[in-house]
């Protein structure tokens, strides 16, 4: 089965910092990865994603992910962290078939300190 | 394009009683998700269906929890009787049909609290 972890509950930069937010997967075949951002009372809008090719990835607003197959990871970055980014992260895992399910991790909430 | 398309987004109801929540999923788009969302959790796939058919229900506890669709476009997840655990965040979800990466589109999510 597969599975997700992401490691840190709560994450506080300051703003302008760089950003790393963790997620490992367990999955038997070669993954489809996710990072979603979740505002609060708003549903969940996809960064990016990985399916194939080169292992890392660019997204939305700036973000970008590094797959990184030996280590089972897919750790999402940002290199200036702005206000506007505070919200609650997930990284998710979808199977290789045709329903393409979603797995989620337990989320990363981003706080930033002004 | 229009996203997907919940409702009631807030939801009020006592233990016992039942609640219904509708989704219109993005034009076109075969695959429909429902996800519950418990406060501080990730999201949870309770029921998955290709157009009117039910790919994955394994995580819906059906003595309480049914979802359907029948025209294989709008769908309603129903809950009765409710429980105080299934207070959540109940995310529908669409995707076009296939195989490969298309993106799952959620809405913005229908909050249930149980009293």
């Known amino acids: 089965a597969q599975s997700v972890t992401q490691p840190d509950i709560h994450i506080t930069v300051s703003e302008g910092a760089s950003l790393e937010l963790r997620c490992n997967y367990s999955?038997?075949?070669?993954?489809?990865l996710f990072w979603y951002v979740q505002s609060p009372g708003q549903g969940l809008q996809l960064l990016l994603k990985y399916f194939s090719g080169d292992t890392l990835v660019q997204g939305i607003k700036g973000f970008e992910a590094e797959f990184k197959r030996s280590q089972s990871s897919f750790n999402l970055r940002k290199p200036s962290v702005h206000w506007s980014d505070a919200a609650e992260y997930f990284c998710a895992v979808g199977a290789n078939n045709a329903g393409n399910m979603l797995t989620f991790g337990g989320g990363t909430r981003l706080m930033v300190k002004p | 394009e229009a996203g997907v398309a919940q409702s009631p987004r807030y939801k009020i109801i006592e233990k016992r009683q039942s609640v219904a929540f509708w989704c219109n999923p993005i034009?076109?788009?075969?695959?429909l998700y429902w996800y519950q969302q418990i406060l501080g959790q990730g999201p949870k796939l309770l029921i998955q269906?290709?157009?009117?058919?039910?790919?994955?229900d394994s995580q819906l506890p059906k003595d309480r929890f049914s979802a359907e669709r029948l025209k294989g476009v709008d769908s309603t997840l129903k809950i009765q009787p409710a429980k105080l655990e299934d207070s959540a965040v109940y995310l529908c979800?669409?995707?076009?049909?296939?195989?490969?990466?298309?993106?799952?589109?959620f809405g913005e999510g229908s909050w249930l609290t149980v009293v």
């Open positions: 269906f290709q157009n009117n058919g039910v790919v994955d």
């Open positions: 999955y038997g075949a070669t993954p489809y």
């Open positions: 979800a669409s995707r076009l049909l296939g195989t490969g990466g298309n993106t799952i589109y």
């Open positions: 034009s076109g788009h075969a695959t």
